[in-house]
Every structure is written in C-alpha cells, then in structure tokens.
C-alpha cells in the first residue's frame, strides 16, 4: 500500500524547529533550545490543535548564562504553546 504526504493539518500537532547557525554559533546553544523547546511541545501535545507547528529562531538570543537562556526560551515557548491551545 503507497501513501501519499500528509497534508499541513493531517493527524496530531507536529514540530518543526529552526535554529540558524547564524543566529546561535555555538552547537551547544542550538541543542539547548531545541531541547527545552521540544520538552515544552512533548507536555502540551495533546492539547495543541492538530497541525504543524514551527518555531524559528529569528534574533540572536541575548549574552545570557545556558541556565538562564533555557528559561527564558521556555518561558516563551510555554507562552506561544498556552496561546496556540486555547
């Protein structure tokens, strides 16, 4: 049996992420934030509307320890999530 691609709005929400090289040089900042962002998509999947879903990455994160990057990044990300599944 062949499928054909899903559709943008078939079945459950699915992520994207998009963490330019250009906006985070270093591998271990890119990996932090898509980490946390993936964590925050895993605990509110059910919730979410079902679809597609990309967060993309489109200013240089400000000079900020990793801790502190990582909760500011999941700060923002439970905050598009909340709006998004309401």
Known sequence: MVSGPRGPAEGPARLGLVVPKRH????????AIKRVLREAFRLRR????????VFRLVNRPPAL???ALKRQVR?????LLTRIAS
């Open 24 to 31: 985070a040089p270093l591998a271990v900042t890119r990996n």
């Open 65 to 67: 320890s990793l801790t």
């Open 46 to 53: 059910g919730a979410l509307p079902d679809g597609d879903l």
């Open 75 to 79: 700060a923002e990300a439970d905050a």
